[in-house]
């Protein structure tokens, strides 16, 4: 079955960086892109990244643009979320998330990891 | 960007009832459109893809339908572990959720 497991959250002071990793497996990571999506508290669902399969194509929304870098490494089967010039507006549940295929969305998810930006 | 709303923000409804959830696209998304059920303090779960298919597992109570910029998700009979937030979410360009229905008995 498929399991997607993140880690790297924590607290961060702002302007400082912190990089979230997901380790996949039940399924060919290879074959398909991959998600970040984050939830503030108590707040609802914003994406915020997607690479494809290969990692050729990455796209970001606007809000982390610059600042948040996806990535992944097939031979690990493991997603990554640089995230630099950290701020307080970015504090939130980060979820990574499979996509069901040529990028129409995730089908499963994590349980997520926070990541909190305090000073 | 494509904005996507909601309506309601927020239902109660007794068990057994119909229940109904509006989502608007700024534009046309086609059926390009998900439906996830978020439980309190639990990662969201695709229920519906492509407008009106229903993923596999999930129980044919629910049920989604529309295309263009008008969506409709219903549960034909709520139960009480439906008891969740519901986010539509278009994948026409890059990925936008609603804002959510929270759906309470």
């Known amino acids: 079955q498929v399991q997607l497991v993140e880690s790297g959250g924590g607290v961060v002071q702002p302007g400082r960086s912190l990089r979230l990793s997901c380790a996949a497996s039940?399924?060919?990571?290879?074959?398909?892109?991959m998600h970040w999506v984050r939830q503030a508290p108590g707040k609802g669902l914003e994406w915020v990244a997607l690479?494809?399969?290969?990692?050729?194509?990455?796209y970001y929304a606007e809000s982390v643009k610059g600042r948040f870098t996806i990535s992944r490494d097939n031979s690990k089967n493991t997603l990554y979320l640089q995230m630099n010039s950290l701020r307080a507006e970015d504090t939130a549940l980060y979820y990574c998330?499979?996509?069901?295929?040529?990028?129409?969305?995730?089908?499963?998810w994590g349980q997520g990891t926070l990541v909190t930006v305090s000073s | 960007d494509i904005q996507m709303t909601q309506s309601p923000s927020s239902l109660s409804a007794s068990v057994g009832d119909r229940v109904t959830i509006i989502c608007q696209a700024s534009?046309?998304?086609?059926?390009?459109l998900n439906w996830f059920q978020q439980k309190p303090g639990k990662a969201p779960k695709l229920l519906i893809y492509?407008?009106?298919n229903l993923e596999t597992g999930v129980p044919s109570r629910f049920s989604g339908s529309g295309s263009g910029t008008n969506f409709t998700f219903t549960i034909s009979s709520l139960q009480p572990e439906d008891i969740a937030t519901y986010y539509c979410?278009?994948?026409?360009?890059?990925?936008?959720f609603g804002p959510g229905t929270k759906v309470d008995i």
């Open positions: 998330a499979k996509d069901r295929g040529l990028a129409a969305g995730p089908d499963y």
């Open positions: 039940g399924f060919t990571f290879s074959n398909y892109g």
């Open positions: 690479t494809y399969y290969d990692g050729g194509n990455k």
């Open positions: 534009q046309d998304i086609s059926n390009y």
């Open positions: 492509d407008a009106s």
């Open positions: 979410q278009q994948y026409v360009h890059l990925l936008t």
